[in-house]
């Protein structure tokens, strides 16, 4: 089955430490994988998509094959990256995501 | 050019009655989709269009819900005869399939409360 993982609903971490979002993914294919982030009061938007290996806000993340995997890493959080994380999925060319249940950063003064 | 743009915002609604909601995506976009979101939860696919054609709906689209777009432009997303499982954020989003980019750009939302 097509399931995307975020094992952590919450994760606090203090201003200048490292941050490491989890995502999992169960796919049969060649997915496509994303993170978009929803600030407060904000709407969905997309944060980074692995084939452009891009950096964006400080953040990256590496698609592992092997471990079926795609988290999101930032070197130093800053207080403005507090949002709810989602990581997404396409594949099959359907362009239509499967959403993981979501991650909610804080980041603490 | 504001972006994906849905109305209402919010919307409540006594259980039993009809509900339609409108999106306008960004206007180069020939993809649209409707997600639901529920509380605590990713948001779940539903349907999506490319131009006017409806290519796919969820299992999770009862036989209460439709979604048209008639002329390839905006889209409607009705529920008849609502249940207070109905309630939720409903997304809508669109995307281009000329760039072979497959994100979105979301709208903000509506939110459905069923009383």
């Known amino acids: 089955a097509q399931r995307v993982t975020q094992p952590e609903k919450l994760l606090s971490v203090f201003k200048g430490a490292p941050v490491e979002l989890k995502c999992n993914y169960s796919?049969?294919?060649?997915?496509?994988l994303f993170w978009y982030v929803q600030y407060s009061r904000q709407r969905l938007q997309l944060l980074l998509r692995?084939?452009s290996r891009e950096s964006i806000k400080g953040f990256t993340a590496d698609l592992n094959k092997g471990e079926t995997s795609f988290h999101l890493k930032k070197p130093f959080a800053q207080e403005e990256d507090s949002a709810m994380y989602y990581c997404?999925?396409?594949?099959?060319?359907?362009?239509?995501?499967?959403f993981g249940t979501g991650t909610r950063l804080k980041v603490l003064a | 050019d504001t972006g994906v743009s849905q109305n209402p915002r919010h919307k409540i609604t006594k259980r039993g009655q009809n509900v339609t909601f409108r999106c306008d995506p960004i206007s180069e976009h020939n993809r649209l989709y409707w997600y639901r979101q529920t509380l605590g939860q990713g948001p779940e696919f539903l349907t999506y269009?490319?131009?006017?054609?409806?290519?796919?709906k969820s299992r999770l689209l009862s036989d209460r819900f439709s979604a048209e777009r008639p002329k390839g432009s905006f889209s409607t997303l009705e529920i008849q005869r609502t249940e207070q499982g109905d309630s939720a954020m409903y997304l809508c989003?669109?995307?281009?399939?000329?760039?072979?980019?497959?994100?979105?750009?979301f709208g903000s939302g509506t939110r459905l409360t069923v009383v």
């Open positions: 269009f490319q131009n006017e054609a409806q290519l796919e």
């Open positions: 997404a999925l396409s594949g099959g060319g359907t362009y239509k995501y499967i």
């Open positions: 989003a669109s995307s281009s399939t000329w760039t072979g980019d497959y994100g979105y750009t």
């Open positions: 692995h084939i």
């Open positions: 796919y049969s294919g060649s997915p496509e």
